[in-house]
């Protein structure tokens, strides 16, 4: 079974101190699998392979458009969360998860990360945006001629490759020594550029001890300027789009989050329980006493595994 929580609306560093406290207890067995889903304030996050040079905006311009900036444990590069963002932070200990052709009992950092895109697959095309994988690059991308790697579990066990970054950097609030000649797509999606993949979520994890964190960020309703301030994962050569802008309209997010939920049941195979509070969560379903945020603990380095 897994617990689905929807958080609203909160700020990064309280969803990383949440994690935290959660990874602890499903190490130790008092909780069981626990889906976040939430929206952050504006964020740019670098994971452990990330280069400072793919945020392209100043200290100066973050501060004055209220975006934080945060170093994490996550695999994968730069990337941005905000409003009309769907945030999933999966907590599961991928010993209760046997691999789809049933040989291994736990499964492994990329098989996890394709199921995740498979969830993302699956819940786009409940809207009706059809979406594929991109080899060599993690994620769920649109495009106008998505292929036939849209829906199905046979992509499942594909390979994956660790994505190439670009030196190239532009926008607004350029640093010193950045080229404006240069032009990115960022803001524009399949439709505009039918020959190019749009990248519609983001997907960077963090293992330690078999139990997962971190997870994805799918563009529903996003304002996609703000991708302007990065190069997204440190590709230059595809564009950022949104929910929104491939079916040009609104959605509501609930409704995507009930999407998601049932598909990460059906990819995963177990009961979706949905969970009205973090206390009821972290606390009185499990007599488990939640903790300030100073006696969180930390992750165990020596076994830590990132992916993105």
Same mark, same amino acid.
């Given at each position: ?42 964020? &740019? ?10 945020? =392209? ?33 999966? =907590? ?26 498979? #969830? ?8 009706? =945006? ?9 994620? #769920? ?88 301030? &990065? ?28 999407? &998601? ?48």
């Amino acid at each position: 079974m897994i617990s689905v929580v929807q958080l609203g609306t909160i700020d990064y560093a309280t969803g990383l101190r949440l994690q935290q406290q959660l990874v602890a207890l499903r190490k130790e067995d008092k909780i069981g699998d626990a889906l976040l889903l939430l929206e952050h304030k504006p964020v &740019i996050t670098l994971g452990r392979n990330a280069k400072a040079a793919n945020v =392209i905006a100043s200290p100066e311009l973050l501060a004055q458009r209220g975006i934080e900036l945060f170093e994490c444990d996550r695999g994968g590069d730069v990337t941005f969360h905000g409003p009309g963002q769907i945030v999933g932070y999966p =907590i599961f200990d991928l010993r209760a998860h046997a691999t789809p052709d049933g040989r291994r009992k736990t499964l492994g950092a990329v098989e996890f990360v394709r199921r995740l895109e498979e #969830v993302l697959i699956r819940t786009c095309a409940d809207f009706g =945006i059809p979406t594929k994988r991109v080899p060599g690059l993690t994620g #769920v991308w649109a495009s106008s001629e998505a292929g036939t790697d849209h829906v199905g579990t046979a992509a499942l066990g594909c390979p994956v490759e660790r994505s190439s970054t670009a030196p190239a950097c532009v926008g607004p609030g350029l640093r010193p020594g950045q080229d404006e000649s240069k032009t990115r797509l960022t803001t524009t999606g399949a439709s505009d550029h039918p020959d190019t993949e749009s990248k519609l979520a983001a997907i960077g994890v963090h293992i330690s001890r078999f139990v997962t964190s971190h997870g994805f960020a799918l563009n529903v309703n996003t304002d996609l300027s703000y991708f302007n301030l &990065i190069i997204p994962c440190g590709i230059t050569a595809k564009p950022v789009t949104s929910m929104q802008q491939e079916l040009s309209r609104g959605l509501d997010l609930n409704a995507v989050a009930e999407s &998601i939920s049932r598909n990460f049941g059906t990819v995963f195979s177990s009961q979706m329980l949905w969970v009205d509070t973090l206390d009821a969560l972290l606390g009185h379903s499990v007599g488990v006493p939640m903790k300030p945020p100073t006696e969180l603990r930390q992750l165990h380095k020596e076994d830590d595994t990132t992916w993105a």
